[in-house]
């Protein structure tokens, strides 16, 4: 079982849906990521939270809206996505950013017709 | 051109054979880290290796680091159907604002044939 719970494990939208990923912690890490990760490729980093404050946006299109409402909380909110969007969307946490191992959820299989 | 760059692409080996993968990388680093993923499943660490160290042992995992070659390799010694995953090298660097950001290696998929 994994420390880093995502949901929902599965999601098919339209480009013009709004939906949200959710990605929740309690092993008290201070530090929250969002990837995007294509087939057959490595995680692309989207953003990093450290201390709940949004410290790296890795030039990430508006239509992709992280929010970190807590400390166990992170939340990738999405609108108006284009079909080269599906992906898997993993989430992970670290107990602080920058060099720390991190623990990765399961992921957000996520299709755009 | 790639942070980390991972050799072989593909590897597939016999169960209780040795499994060897390697990555090169372009800035200094920190640390260097290995990851596990299996199919359709999150990444797992597997091993942290400190720029000042040249091996690291864990378990059946061997990791060897050099620096003025910047590269790392990742060894799997007897191997087992359950390794077969995907493998990849993280390291971390500074970005404009000064954070450190990650970059994952291309990736070397392993299948351990039974």
């Known amino acids: 079982d994994t420390e880093v719970t995502q949901t929902p494990k599965h999601l098919v939208m339209g480009m013009t849906n709004k939906k949200s990923l959710k990605c929740e912690q309690h092993?008290?890490?201070?530090?929250m990521y969002w990837y995007k990760q294509k087939a057959k490729k490595p995680p692309e980093l989207m953003f990093v939270?450290?201390?709940?404050?949004?410290?790296i946006n890795e030039s990430v299109p508006s239509r992709f809206s992280p929010e970190c409402p807590n400390s166990s909380l992170l939340n990738l909110h999405l609108h108006a996505l284009q079909p080269e969007d599906s992906a898997l969307y993993l989430c992970?946490?670290?107990?602080?950013?920058?060099?720390?191992?991190?623990?990765f959820g399961d992921g957000t299989r996520l299709s755009i017709l | 051109s790639q942070q980390g760059e991972e050799d072989p692409q593909a590897l597939s080996i016999q169960e209780g054979e040795n499994a060897t993968m390697n990555c090169s990388y372009k800035?200094?680093?920190?640390?260097l880290q290995w990851y596990r993923q299996n199919s359709g499943r999150g990444l797992v660490h597997l091993i942290l290796?400190?720029?000042?160290?040249r091996e690291k042992h864990s378990g059946r995992l061997r990791v060897t680091l050099d620096t003025s070659k910047k590269s790392s390799s990742l060894l799997i010694t007897a191997s087992r159907a359950a390794d077969t995953a995907s493998y990849f090298c993280?390291?971390?660097?500074?970005?404009?604002?000064?954070?450190?950001?990650?970059?994952f290696g291309t990736g070397t998929k392993l299948q351990v044939i039974p």
């Open positions: 800035t200094s680093i920190n640390n």
């Open positions: 939270y450290s201390y709940e404050k949004l410290s």
């Open positions: 993280a390291t971390w660097q500074p970005n404009s604002g000064g954070y450190q950001k990650v970059t």
């Open positions: 290796i400190r720029s000042n160290e």
């Open positions: 092993m008290g890490h201070r530090a």
């Open positions: 992970a946490s670290s107990q602080v950013a920058g060099g720390q191992p991190q623990h």
